[in-house]
T-cell receptor
Framework: AQSVTQLGSHVSVSEGALVLLRCNYS??????LFWYVQYPNQGLQLLLK??????LVKGINGFEAEFKKSETSFHLTKPSAHMSDAAEYFC???????????FGSGTRLQVQP | SQTIHQWPATLVQPVGSPLSLECTVE??????LYWYRQAAGRGLQLLFY??????ISSEVPQNLSASRPQDRQFILSSKKLLLSDSGFYLC?????????????FGPGTRLTVT
């Protein structure tokens, strides 16, 4: 069975600082990996995804994530935080050939002025 | 382009009353459809998914049910709501078949059971 662990339910950074949100997964087969963002009272928006190929993937709003098989990690980063990045972020995993996504419990990002 | 709609946006219902939440997808055919619940301060819990008309899989036992009367319509129902049914309900779709299986989410319905 697959699972996702997001370390840190709350992360606070200053505007302009590096954003690092951690995600580790467990999967019996090579996974597809996703990061989603959720703004208050809205649905989830896909930020980026890893399927195959290049392990460093770039997404929207300046975010990127790196798939590290040896560490079973898919951490999300952004070089410089903006106030508009304040939201909740979810990491998700899907096993190839499967239909359902398994989500982590989420990390709430707070950006201080 | 594809769009996904949910209604109502917000709903306040008394305990024991029935529930019907609707989700429709435009711009694609034969999608996989999903219902999730997000309780306050918690992650997403998959409730149901459907790979075709009349084909529903339930992920957790509960007093909720789902139906798919048309290809791009997914309905979440309950005959009698419980306080624990309060939460944010999200519908999602994905491509059916070979693909990267990312899911696209609707705007959600905020349900408060009083």
């Amino acid at each position: 069975a697959q699972s996702v662990t997001q370390l840190g339910s709350h992360v606070s950074v200053s505007e302009g600082a590096l954003v690092l949100l951690r995600c580790n997964y467990s999967s019996s087969v090579p996974p597809y990996l996703f990061w989603y963002v959720q703004y208050p009272n809205q649905g989830l928006q896909l930020l980026l995804k890893y399927t195959t190929g290049a392990t460093l993937v770039k997404g929207i709003n300046g975010f990127e994530a790196e798939f590290k098989k040896s560490e079973t990690s898919f951490h999300l980063t952004k070089p410089s935080a903006h106030m508009s990045d304040a939201a909740e972020y979810f990491c998700a995993v899907s096993e190839k050939g499967g239909r359902a996504l398994t989500f982590g419990s989420g990390t709430r990002l707070q950006v201080q002025p | 382009s594809q769009t996904i709609h949910q209604w109502p946006a917000t709903l306040v219902q008394p305990v024991g009353s029935p529930l019907s939440l609707e989700c429709t997808v435009e711009g694609t055919s034969n999608p996989n459809l999903y219902w999730y619940r997000q309780a306050a301060g918690r992650g997403l819990q998959l409730l149901f998914y459907s790979v075709g008309i009349g084909q529903i899989s339930s992920e957790v036992p509960q007093n909720l049910s789902a139906s798919r009367p048309q290809d791009r319509q997914f309905i979440l129902s309950s005959k009698k709501l419980l306080l624990s049914d309060s939460g944010f309900y999200l519908c999602a779709w994905s491509v059916n078949g070979l693909g990267s299986y990312e899911q696209y989410f609707g705007p959600g319905t905020r349900l408060t059971v009083t």
